[in-house]
């Protein structure tokens, strides 16, 4: 299901949404979900020149993600949730995956509870999250754009 949205209203969701971190059920302003926690476990693990990161979200829960600086998969292995990324909110339900366009930010609401999996390439097998983060995402678009 595709709903259409302005940009203007996908701004100031993700302004909503980072500015209540940290409240129940609304987490992350892009980056701080990097590293894993009781609230959003976040798994790390490594192919030969590939990184792949696991969240996985409960029923309920909110989260930015960054401004992705580069073309990479996602999948959703279980759960259902919708995502509102630049123009539109789409429904996803588990098994699933989507290919990311480089400058995607999603706001993300789980319905259920839910597992992704992003995977991004990783050319220099680097094992060093905030490294990899540096190289992979963008904290704004403003950030995105200095970057490409």
Known sequence: MKLKKTNDEVT??????????GLEGF?????SIAETSEIIPIKHD???QIYIRQMNMSSGQVVVG???NHLHVWF?????????ESDEKIEHVAPCYTISKPGAQRVIYAV????FINVHKNPSNTKNIKELEDEIVSMTMEEFNKKK
């Open 112 to 115: 259920e509870d839910s597992i």
């Open 46 to 48: 490594f192919a030969d």
């Open 66 to 68: 960054a401004v992705h």
């Open 27 to 31: 987490y992350g302003d892009g980056k």
């Open 12 to 21: 100031e969701l993700i302004k909503i949404v980072t500015e209540n971190s």
């Open 76 to 84: 959703l292995l279980t759960g259902k949730v919708y995502i509102i």
